[in-house]
C-alpha cells in the first residue's frame, strides 16, 4: 500500500455551509466542531474568483 491517500470523498456545499455555521457559533459543543471540522477536510478547495486580489 502507498503511504499517499486516494480518498475521493467529498462533501457537499449545503453541508459545508452548515459545518462553518457551526464552527463559528460560540455556543457549539466541542464534539460538534469536532465533527464539523472533519466534514470541512472533506470539502474540495474553491478556486480564487476573479473579483480578489491577491496580496
Known amino acids: ?3 499517499k491517500s ?10 459545508a455551509s452548515i459545518a462553518s455555521k457551526l464552527l463559528s457559533n460560540p455556543n457549539t ?4 466542531k469536532t465533527v464539523a471540522a472533519s466534514v470541512l477536510t ?14
Do not use: F, H, I, L
Open 1 to 3: 500500500m502507498s503511504a
Open 6 to 15: 486516494t480518498n475521493k470523498e467529498t462533501t457537499s456545499p449545503r453541508v
Open 29 to 32: 459543543p466541542a464534539k460538534v
Open 42 to 55: 472533506q470539502t474540495p478547495n474553491r478556486p480564487a474568483g476573479k473579483g480578489k486580489s491577491k496580496r
